[in-house]
């Protein structure tokens, strides 16, 4: 059973950073798609940035510049700067994609972690 386990999330002051980790034992996450989502009060999930099995980036508008996805072999990263107050937010790593050797497509969720930005 394959486990996402998220940590780094914490209450920081607009214009401060943070650095979310996700990482899975079993999963090398170059062979699948990974992706940041998050759920703000009262909002539904959106997709913040997205990697691609090739390395293809994408960001929302909203955290374009301020926000990067990274990885290494068995943990993905969101390095988010500039906070604002509306990124305030449960934060949910995600990988999803055929899985390499068996084929079937598989979709795996952190348990979610809380960013609150206030002063």
């Known amino acids: 059973q394959v486990q996402l386990v998220e940590s780094g999330g914490g209450l920081v002051q607009p214009g401060g950073s943070l650095k979310l980790s996700c990482a899975a034992s079993g999963l090398v996450f170059s062979l699948y798609q990974l992706n940041w989502y998050r759920q703000g009060p009262g909002k539904e999930r959106e997709l913040v940035a997205e990697?691609?099995?090739?390395?293809r980036i994408n960001y929302a508008d909203s955290v374009k510049g301020r926000f990067t996805i990274s990885r290494d072999r068995e943990t993905m990263y969101l390095q988010m700067n500039s906070l604002k107050p509306e990124d305030t937010a449960v934060y949910y790593c995600n990988v999803d994609g055929p899985d390499p050797w068996t084929a079937q497509e598989v979709d795996y969720w952190g348990q979610g972690t809380q960013v609150t930005v206030s002063s």
């Open positions: 990697m691609t099995k090739g390395g």
